[in-house]
DNA sequence: TCTGGGGTCCTTAGCCGG
DNA sequence: TCTGCCGGCTAAGGACCC
């Protein structure tokens, strides 16, 4: 614990929601939730106003249809978000050398590395500045925590949402958590704080008074110990900027179980090349090969093996993972399939074997070039009529050309400019036309395949001289979903 | 109509070598 | 030579986080 409260949380406030609404000036005010579209999607973010109606991330999107049955439902864009999330990280880096980024919309910032702050006036001082500097170069808001330790900013810009700024003074911090729950604990999730409840334990006050070695015979050793030093408010984990990969995986959930034993071998092969294409693209190789299955009921077990050395052949990590499957009962049918590589190494191997080896991948990728990319879950379109039929397989391939328009999704139309996709279906698809600076817009609908209508980049959400959002995914990317196979 | 995707860390158990 | 202990590695699962 330090002196003085110079440790900075930032969390944008519904960061995906907010940025759809910041893009589309007709969604302002309204709820709209931001998630998986298809038939077991979940909510990623949920607006403030779709907040009312009880919806929250983690929530199945089918139930939050029940609630919210008028709200936007839009897919994630996640280019989108990132160009955002880097001008956001641009305005820390400005702020101290010392910035930890957790996820696209959370961050901490270290102020005494770079001397921004040394006590609570300096430190407030910052926050309210930083909080300026993103509303006028992203157009969103931002909570700030500021305290002497990670956990209590974090907990400090939990209770400035939304759009707020919060200070925890040192020496207030016992009696500040004191009455609040386990579960704002870092680290106390639904099984500890389940666990805990049923030891008598509901307050962080309750987690002191049970002691150090209570917590221990509860929770285990490292969390035990853990939990009573966060209860105390004793926290000294310091701001780290670079953290190393340890692992990198792929998964996908199916829409309908998948039964057909070649069908789900097909699938962990094509995970196994994805994995490979994140890990390369990483610069790492890797050991220990994973493969994950997540069978009809949600029971999930995982199957791994280690290698003599670290590879990134795809060959090999298919193979591996092929091995792995054949010692899993599949019977009932599998959900979710996962491929991973862990036990990383940081080079890639660039000797004569692996170059072999990218060469018989590239041949398998022209072999595999006419796979179906509809196979990709939680899609709209294609996955949906996918549904009533006997799923596996047939329909969608036919379907594969014809052009999809995901909801949320940028397009430009010859005639009416710039606009998004409000919603598509039997042949059809609805876009509002209106740009973020502007009112909201006229909504016209098309056929799917109107040669005037085309994807488009995300429009800047601010004016600024530079014009099209940098970074963000971009015309090539946009045109391979709707024009090649 | 249940429950995504990409990670991290911890625990337990078995095996192996010293 | 046998036994016990310990550390390190591997495998599997669980909890948690955003």
Redesign the pocket.
Known sequence: MRAAPTILHL?MDA?FAAAEQAAKPSLRGKPVIV??L???????TASYEARRFGVH??M????A??LAPNAAYLV?RFAFYRSISEQVMRLLGELSPLVEP?????AFVDLEAAGTARDATSARAAGERLRADIRAVTGLTGSVGLAGSKMLA?IAS?QAKPDGLVLIEPGTERALLGPLSV?I???????????LRRGGITTCAELVEAGEDELVRL??????T?LYRMALGHDDRPVVAE????????????DVDLHDRVRIRVEVERLAD??VQ?LRA?GHSG??I??KV?RY??????????LRGPTDDPAVVREAAAR?LE?VDTTGGV??L?V?V???ADYTQEDLFAQAASARAADADAGAGQSQEDG???REGAGEAAGDGPAEGGPAAAEASVRQWPAGQDVRHVRYGAGWVQGSGVGRVTVRFEVPQGAPGRVRTFRVDDPDLVPAQPLPLVDQPSSPVDGAEGGASGGRESSSP
Not at 60 to 63: D, F, K, L, N, V
Not at 219 to 224: E, I, L, R, T
């Open positions: 969390d960061f998630g998986g298809g038939p077991r999607g979940v909510v990623a991330s983690a199945p999107m089918a139930q249809r029940r994630p957790l996820s696209l919309d959370e974090k939990e579960r604990l870092p680290g106390v999730g639904p099984a500890t704080g389940e666990h929770v285990g050793k490292a969390h035990g853990g953290r190393d990969t340890k692992s990198v995986s792929v998964e996908d959930t199916f994805r994995c994140r990483s050991r220990t994973v493969l997540r009921d949600f029971s999930t077990l995982t199957r791994s093996e280690t792995l010692a959900r979710l996962g991973g862990s036990g990383l990709a879950p939680g």
